[in-house]
């Protein structure tokens, strides 16, 4: 199959996987717009790339998205993918509460989880007039299984992931389709030592950048709506998550079954 969405919104891509998407999707896409908050690397990212462009934007400033997205779909009507691949990662330890800083807490619901509906509430109305389109969500293997050391991280992944389960029945029956994607840990700047000072040499953590979006991307080309990216998050989503999406489907042919009593 080939990559079926022609024109692209990417949230998050100054660096990381949002950047190696953005990079794959440049030769199959009319049309790339990238954001995030450092336009010296989304200059860089865009710089000799016809079809790419790209807009300064901080995905935290909820107040500032109704109007990026009146923006953007003015000036691409035909807009028909937005992934949405912003994210902070942080270590809290709640045995210590004095060194929890909240501001930092809340900041990583808002990027992680928040936004994300925030983007969709001013984006749908649009998306849903297109012949076809889709909303990615990069979202976490720590949806699944969580990680204590970075406790907030997990529970906004699970969040995002619940809340994508149910938006992809809400919209079975529109044109728009719902992809989740499950990264590992990824050999990213999210695990820097500037924004985690308790882990050295963090950007040796995990799968290489490389091989995850080649592997994600094999995902999206194939159609899947999930994709579970690497061995450990594989087996975590077939072992738990498999169970519980039958579970979900269970509860809701119940559901409707009283309803039409």
């Given at each position: 199959?080939?990559?079926?969405y022609?024109?692209?919104?990417?949230?998050?891509?100054?660096?990381?996987?949002g950047?190696?998407l953005?990079?794959?999707?440049?030769?199959?896409?009319?049309?790339?717009?990238?954001?995030?908050?450092?336009e010296?690397?989304?200059?860089?990212?865009c710089?000799?790339?016809?079809?790419?462009?790209?807009?300064?934007?901080?995905?935290?400033?909820?107040?500032s998205?109704a109007p990026?997205?009146?923006?953007?779909?003015?000036?691409?009507?035909?807009?028909?993918?937005?992934?949405?691949n912003?994210?902070?990662?942080?270590?809290?330890?709640?045995?210590?509460?004095?060194t929890?800083?909240?501001?930092?807490?809340?900041?990583?619901?808002?990027?992680?989880?928040?936004?994300?509906?925030?983007?969709?509430?001013?984006?749908l109305?649009?998306?849903?007039?297109?012949?076809?389109?889709?909303?990615?969500?990069?979202?976490?293997?720590?949806?699944?299984?969580?990680?204590?050391?970075?406790p907030?991280?997990?529970?906004?992944k699970a969040?995002?992931?619940?809340?994508?389960?149910?938006?992809?029945?809400?919209?079975?029956?529109?044109?728009?389709?719902?992809?989740?994607v499950?990264?590992?840990?990824?050999?990213?700047?999210?695990?820097?030592?500037?924004?985690?000072?308790?882990?050295k040499?963090?950007?040796?953590?995990?799968?290489?950048?490389?091989?995850?979006?080649?592997e994600?991307?094999?995902?999206?080309?194939?159609?899947?709506?999930?994709?579970?990216?690497?061995p450990?998050?594989?087996?975590?989503?077939?072992?738990?998550?498999?169970?519980?999406?039958?579970?979900?489907?269970?509860f809701?042919?119940?559901?409707?079954?009283?309803?039409?009593?």
């Open positions: 199959m080939s990559f079926p022609k024109h692209v919104l990417i949230f998050g891509a100054t660096s990381g996987i950047e190696a953005a990079k794959q999707l440049f030769d199959v896409c009319e049309t790339i717009i990238v954001t995030g908050r450092r010296e690397n989304l200059k860089a990212l710089e000799g790339v016809p079809n790419a462009s790209y807009r300064v934007h901080d995905i935290s400033d909820h107040g998205i990026f997205a009146a923006s953007v779909v003015a000036d691409v009507p035909q807009l028909d993918c937005i992934v949405l912003s994210g902070i990662q942080r270590g809290f330890d709640f045995s210590k509460p004095d929890v800083d909240l501001s930092q807490v809340d900041l990583e619901i808002d990027t992680n989880y928040v936004a994300y509906l925030h983007v969709l509430k001013h984006f109305p649009h998306l849903l007039k297109q012949p076809q389109a889709t909303v990615i969500a990069m979202s976490s293997g720590l949806a699944l299984v969580p990680l204590p050391r970075v907030n991280y997990c529970a906004t969040a995002l992931h619940q809340f994508w389960l149910s938006l992809r029945v809400q919209l079975q029956d529109t044109s728009v389709k719902v992809i989740e499950f990264p590992p840990a990824v050999q990213t700047e999210l695990h820097d030592e500037k924004h985690q000072p308790d882990i040499n963090g950007r040796s953590i995990g799968m290489p950048l490389a091989e995850f979006t080649a994600a991307w094999a995902g999206l080309l194939a159609g899947e709506d999930d994709i579970p990216v690497g450990i998050v594989q087996l975590n989503y077939e072992k738990i998550d498999k169970p519980r999406q039958e579970a979900m489907n269970r809701l042919g119940m559901m409707r079954k009283q309803a039409g009593a």
